[in-house]
């Protein structure tokens, strides 16, 4: 069984806090991970269980009656909210910790009929697709290494093509190890019964078509800034309803949302940011890309590779709340992909290249070290080759493999 980063986060917050919600996307191994967390008393009950679903409904305060020693565990919670409430009465009555673990495919914070979000009440461990890391048994520590400027050799080999073959395998557990037929054939379903189910959990949306469209539009613009009347215009929505539309994809975390770096709060106003795919494996399958193809078009490769670096990064993040990530981007068309910073105001600055690195690929990571950041700045170009090479006092070429260490 594949270690998941997750479970000793999980763990402690299950020791501290009295709820705790296990979040992510639809078959990212939540309920295995959720089953992992060996606590005496632990039951388990999921709602995509018709019979369950219904006592829930009927009567949620009786559903959630647990007795003192035991951890109540309630999968896919979105869909019954009301449960939320009974078990905010539960927990506010009882400080012990680890009383209930739920887990859902939602975020809470935009699921329909929830008017609490037990914020304060619940801890949250979010769990995302499988990163490299995992799938190779690594620690996770390439975050830690890089702000420390501290890089080991690499373990790994990985080329471009490794790399792109490991883009469009994604990290869903279940299609991993399918042939490419029937990894795209479940890609469609996945993302069809999201759109046509799931969603009405999350919010009553009518022109499923219209949804459908969107995210594939998302899709094909994963990593690249956009202006949103250009999907107006596609998907036929009004401004409004398209961000209602965008929100809705974030809830049921078909996309996320990059937000562009600021020296202040103040600055951020009008910037525009980035969204990308929740794992790449959407955008490779979902649009019918080929691999030979993706590997000689500069665009879909670019794309598709800084995607998928975009999800090892967050995943990494996800284990430090230390850790934020935003991109930059300026009126003088500088770029940076990723900016990460760590608690304690220290930048890491991130371009990821498909290919060869020289040193025009440090510019805009120079300029913004000299002249924006004002704490110690690390600028790192991830590249597919092996060796970790310096380009000045604080900067590197890393081997995108070392995200898996």
Known sequence: MIKRWQEQNLKDALSERRGVHLTGARQTGKTTLSQLVSISGMRHFTLDDDKYLSAAKSDPVSFVERSDDSTFVIDEIQKAPELLNAIKIK?????????????????????????????????????????????????????????????????????????????????????????????KSWYVEYIGDLLTKDIQDVTEIRKIDALKKTADWLMAYSSKLFVLKDLCAVSQLGKETLGNYIAALKTLYI?????????????????????????????????????????????????????????????????????????YRDSDKREIDFIVEAA??????????SGTVCSDDFKHLKWFSKNLSKNRFTGIVLYSGEDVLSFGEGFFAVPMALLGV
Not at 303 to 326: M, P, R
Not at 344 to 353: A, D
Request: one cysteine or more; hydrophobic letters at 35%; proline letters at 3%.
């Open 255 to 327: 996309i996320d949302e990059v937000p562009a770096w600021t020296g202040s709060d103040y600055a951020k106003i009008g910037k525009r940011s980035k969204y990308f795919a929740g794992d790449s494996g959407l955008i490779a399958n979902l649009l019918g890309w080929d691999e030979d193809q993706v590997y000689y078009d500069a665009d879909d490769c670019g794309k598709l590779i800084e995607t998928w670096v975009y999800h090892e990064l967050a995943v990494l993040a996800d284990l430090d709340i230390g850790y934020s990530i935003s991109h």
């Open 91 to 183: 927990i506010d009555r009882d400080n012990t910790p680890g009383q209930y673990l739920i887990t859902g495919s939602s975020n809470l914070r935009f699921v329909k009929a929830v008017k609490d979000s037990l914020a304060g009440r619940l801890g949250r461990v979010q769990l995302r697709t499988l990163s490299l890391g995992e799938l190779l048994g690594g620690k996770g520590d390439f975050l830690k290494m890089a702000f420390r400027r501290d890089f080991s050799s690499c373990p790994y080999k990985l080329g471009k093509r490794e790399i792109i073959h490991q883009a469009f395998c994604g990290g869903y557990p279940e299609p991993l190890n399918f042939s490419i037929r029937s990894r």
């Open 344 to 353: 304690n105001g220290e930048l890491l600055g991130v371009e990821v290249k």
